[in-house]
């Protein structure tokens, strides 16, 4: 095998050793913050593009470099608050909404946003695949509809 790396790297160069793993473990590790700074760079990218404003123009109002600017554009910066909340004054709009915090939510009336939970329907084992096996579902419901549902199969 040494002899077969040395016959390619004769004919391509040095060969390097691939790092694929450390930057799966980096992506993996930073994909949660990721996604939304994706998402502020699309929404910045389009309220620019409605502005009719470049990177540059931009970077000067932010007082900022270009370069700062395209870094953060590419969908790879952990912004700061500071930052989004700079964002949002020059753009003249909202980049995140932080939902208000109410102190006396009655849940057995009160209709929050579809939340996504994973409720056991059947408490049937599945053959000889696992006997610790159970069928679940998942459903799409809220607060009101998961207090019947558990009411029901309790």
Same mark, same amino acid.
């Given at each position: 095998?040494?002899?077969?790396?040395?016959?390619?790297?004769?004919v391509f160069?040095?060969?390097?050793?691939?790092?694929?793993?450390?930057?799966?473990?980096?992506?993996? $590790?930073?994909?949660?913050?990721?996604?939304?700074?994706?998402?502020?760079?699309?929404?910045?990218?389009?309220?620019?593009?409605?502005?009719?404003?470049?990177?540059?123009?931009? $970077?000067? $109002?932010?007082?900022?470099?270009?370069? #700062?600017?395209?870094?953060?554009?590419?969908?790879?910066?952990?912004?700061?608050?500071?930052? /989004? $909340?700079?964002?949002?004054?020059?753009?003249?709009?909202?980049?995140?909404? /932080?939902?208000?915090?109410s102190e006396?939510?009655?849940?057995?009336?009160?209709?929050?946003? #579809?939340?996504?939970?994973?409720?056991?329907?059947?408490?049937?084992?599945?053959?000889?695949?696992?006997?610790?096996?159970?069928?679940?579902?998942? /459903?799409?419901?809220?607060?009101?509809?998961?207090?019947?549902?558990?009411?029901?199969?309790?």
């Amino acid at each position: 095998m040494p002899n077969m790396k040395k016959q390619l790297e004769s004919v391509f160069g040095k060969i390097e050793e691939s790092k694929w793993k450390e930057s799966a473990k980096e992506w993996k $590790a930073n994909r949660d913050w990721t996604r939304y700074s994706q998402k502020i760079a699309l929404a910045v990218l389009n309220h620019l593009d409605h502005l009719q404003w470049s990177q540059k123009n931009f $970077a000067e $109002a932010m007082g900022v470099s270009p370069q #700062a600017v395209n870094k953060w554009l590419k969908g790879k910066e952990n912004f700061t608050l500071e930052t /989004i $909340a700079r964002m949002e004054k020059v753009l003249g709009k909202k980049l995140i909404s /932080i939902p208000k915090a109410s102190e006396n939510v009655d849940f057995s009336t009160e209709r929050i946003p #579809a939340v996504t939970f994973q409720y056991n329907l059947f408490n049937r084992e599945w053959g000889n695949v696992n006997d610790n096996f159970k069928l679940a579902k998942v /459903i799409s419901m809220t607060a009101s509809s998961y207090s019947a549902i558990h009411s029901n199969y309790n």
